[in-house]
């Protein structure tokens, strides 16, 4: 059984960064995604950003391209999601999400087709 073990997260105040990492237990060599969903208290999960592993390529959700950045480590089996200029619209709880096979980024980005969760992290961005 595949685990994703996600970190990072906390308190901030708008304005600053917070990185996310999530190690998986299982992945074939040079294929899959994996990446990052959030949901905030009363709405639904919603896709924040993804990344292959063969070839790095990324995918982001419009509300966060510029501020975050997704890159990967293959050697450690682990991804990171660096946030930058935080909004308290970035508050959510932020789950790592990895897709076994996936030709590019954008696969990940259909909640239904993720084969693996992680635990869930909170973000929380004071105004």
């Known amino acids: 059984q595949v685990q994703l073990v996600g970190s990072g997260g906390g308190l901030v105040q708008a304005g600053g960064s917070l990185r996310l990492s999530c190690t998986t237990s299982?992945?074939?060599?040079?294929?899959?995604?994996m990446g990052w969903f959030r949901q905030a208290p009363g709405k639904e999960r919603e896709f924040v950003a993804a990344?292959?592993?063969?070839?790095?390529?990324?995918y982001y959700a419009n509300s966060v391209k510029g501020r975050f950045t997704i890159s990967r480590d293959s050697a450690k089996n682990t991804v990171y999601l660096q946030m930058n200029s935080l909004k308290p619209e970035d508050t959510a709880v932020y789950y790592c999400?990895?897709?076994?096979?996936?030709?590019?980024?954008?696969?990940?980005?259909?909640?239904?087709?993720?084969?693996?969760w992680g635990q869930g992290t909170q973000v929380t961005v004071s105004s």
């Open positions: 999400a990895q897709r076994r096979i996936a030709t590019w980024a954008n696969f990940l980005a259909d909640e239904g087709r993720v084969d693996y």
């Open positions: 299982g992945r074939t060599s040079g294929s899959g995604a």
């Open positions: 990344i292959t592993w063969s070839s790095g390529s990324t």
